[in-house]
């Protein structure tokens, strides 16, 4: 295990993502230490351009853009975990059951996963996100964890089926020993990287689909995010009377958590996959 | 033959749950349903098109499964109700208007993607450790995380507002009206440039990836090693031998990633207020639409499964072994 890990920090592109994912992950827990004043507080006149007072600039409504971003990380990435570890574990869930088991189980649950895969994701949550009316955060991400777990079932799926043909899960149903233990002690450890590029790409997913969400508008407005900032941006016209800053802050947020957490990706499926590997780390190997 | 009847029945299911969606939908919210659908109608229609709407959406006095039978009936007959935001459009003409807009802007975004996305991976495995490889692998998955609002926000603030090289919305100047010709094709096509941008950087990542260890794959196989051993060319054996039998399971992922691309297409026609199913979807969540809102749910998985019935059929000319039986 020690030993992975240390294979898993070796890898450079893990390591930068790491940095970045910890960097904003202090910033949400430090929020309000590294912040004056609510989020929502009118501290500046209208569109302020970046300053000494206001370092990334005011919104339309006089709220200083830099508070609202380092208190919108918290909802971003809280959404983002939670949203991430509900489609994990049922993806996990689904996948193990179905490939494990097989035969009518693996029938039914496969009709499923794939039933799931191609009823369009977006149209989908904007309809329920629709009806349910202004989603808090927490919602979006039961929404998003409850619909997005077909991807991660499939990939599991066809893990679990690959492994249940080798020689040492073959030995040990020989030996009789219990469905349960065969699955976590014999499978689950086998499935991690599996598991664990699920989960890193279902907080991905989630971020961008949270941020899409709200900036449309299906979110509550009165919540502070990323997504929040962007749909606030959008109907007072930021771009186009030049505010960039209101605009930039959470583009910039969105887009390095998110190349933050896929080079986590990246490092995983490579120390994990050395086929996969590239010069550096195949050199290293 | 069997395959695709199976494939067949696999849709018409994926759809009938589409359908449920909507039919269970209302009735699970608080408060009378009918009441809610329309609830931003108020006034503005009349008793009797509201009793026509309660009967297409299957709000009758009847058993429940009775309602769900009307309701598949008016879906079936593509009866979507009346768009409470274009009163007295019919949803299902709204839905006719931007849906050829929407097909030319994702199909076009898809197809390039997959080819560029497919061609660098090619050429990324080919050349495994070089620069190129170590270039383009981690940027394309990191382009892939960055959202399409932040691609197509930052793509407008720069050649739309700053430089001003680019149309900043809708699918052609307003001074053309919709024809055949070389102005208006060229207008289409200028408007264009921007929101297929946008689509192709967020999506071509996932195929290039797929491609790119799909080949690293193949490239071990023995067949490849004979055709280097053989002496035919460098293209050849990367070409005809490898990225064939490469691309397979690259098309199922290409099926699997066209909901990614219409999600995108969405947000995108959003910020350059594309008149495709995307920005309608958004005018109708605004107005809170419901009729339309659940004709575009049914419209948007319509086009997936129809995009992956074509995907089967190719999957069907490349791969013989599907051919018997």
């Given at each position: 295990m020690a030993e992975i890990l240390r294979a898993f920090l070796r890898n450079r592109k893990a390591a930068v993502g790491l940095a970045i994912v910890i960097f904003y992950v202090v910033v949400a827990l430090a929020a309000p230490l590294i912040t004056a004043h609510d989020p929502n507080k009118r501290v500046a006149r209208p569109h302020q351009p970046p300053s000494i007072e206001t370092v990334m600039g005011s919104t339309r409504m006089g709220r200083d853009v830099y508070t609202q971003l380092v208190w919108g990380s918290r909802t971003s990435l809280a959404v983002g975990f939670l949203a991430g570890l509900i489609v994990t574990a049922l993806g996990t869930l689904i996948g193990v059951t179905s490939g494990y088991f097989g035969g009518k189980v693996d029938e039914i649950l496969n009709f499923a996963t794939n039933i799931v895969l191609v009823i369009p994701q977006l149209p989908l949550l904007l309809v329920l996100a629709a009806f349910i009316g202004e989603a808090g955060p927490l919602v979006i991400a039961i929404i998003i964890g409850l619909t997005s777990w077909g991807w991660g079932a499939r990939v599991t799926r066809a893990q679990t089926l690959s492994l249940r043909q080798r020689e040492f899960i073959e030995a040990s149903r020989a030996l009789g020993e219990p469905a349960w233990r065969m699955i976590l002690v014999e499978l689950l450890p086998n499935l991690l990287s599996i598991i664990s590029l699920n989960f890193i790409g279902s907080v991905i997913y989630t971020i961008i689909t949270e941020a899409t969400l709200e900036f449309l508008g299906l979110g509550d407005p009165l919540a502070v995010s990323w997504g929040t900032m962007l749909y606030n941006a959008q109907i007072t016209a930021a771009i186009t009377v030049g505010a960039w800053w209101e605009v930039l802050a959470p583009c910039a947020a969105i887009a390095t958590i998110g190349i933050g957490l896929s080079l986590i990706n990246f490092g995983i499926d490579e120390v994990s996959n050395p086929r996969v590997r590239t010069l550096r780390a195949a050199g290293a190997a | 033959m069997t395959f695709i009847l199976l494939r067949l029945t696999f849709y018409l299911a994926a759809f009938l749950v589409a359908a449920s969606i909507n039919f269970a939908l209302p009735r699970l919210m608080p408060g009378d349903p009918i009441d809610i659908m329309l609830s931003q109608a108020e006034g503005r229609i009349s008793p009797e098109v509201r009793d026509r709407m309660a009967e297409t959406f299957g709000?009758?006095?009847?058993p429940l499964y009775q309602e769900y039978l009307t309701y598949l009936a008016s879906v079936l007959t593509w009866d979507l109700g009346i768009s409470i935001k274009f009163y007295p459009l019919p949803v299902a003409e709204v839905l006719g208007r931007a849906l050829p807009w929407t097909v030319f802007l994702a199909g076009t975004a898809a197809l390039l993607a997959f080819i560029l996305g497919s061609w660098l991976g090619i050429n990324a495995a080919w050349r495994r450790g070089s620069r190129f490889d170590a270039f383009i692998s981690p940027a394309a998955l990191t382009l892939q995380s960055i959202p399409a609002v932040v691609v197509a926000l930052i793509l407008l603030f720069v050649?739309?507002?700053?430089?001003?090289?680019?149309?900043?919305?809708?699918?052609?100047?307003?001074a053309l009206d919709p024809a055949l010709d070389f102005t208006f094709v060229g207008s289409a096509l200028y408007h264009a440039v921007m929101p297929l941008t946008t689509l192709i950087l967020t999506s071509f990542g996932a195929y290039l990836i797929t491609m790119r260890n799909n080949m690293v794959g193949q490239l071990g196989e023995d067949h490849v090693m004979m055709a280097t051993a053989k002496g035919l060319g460098d293209r050849q054996v990367r070409y005809r031998y490898a990225a064939r039998n490469a691309l397979l399971p690259s098309i199922t992922a290409f099926a699997l990633t066209l909901g990614h691309v219409l999600g995108g297409s969405l947000v995108t026609e959003v910020v350059f207020n594309y008149p495709g199913l995307g920005n309608l979807l958004y005018l109708g969540v605004i107005a809170r639409d419901y009729p339309l809102i659940q004709g575009q749910l049914l419209i948007m998985t319509l086009a997936i499964l129809a995009a992956n019935l074509i995907v089967d059929l190719i999957y069907v000319l490349l791969d013989p072994r599907l051919r018997r039986g």
């Open positions: - | 709000f009758v006095d009847k050649f739309g507002v700053t430089l001003r090289w680019l149309p900043t919305g809708y699918a052609y100047a307003p």
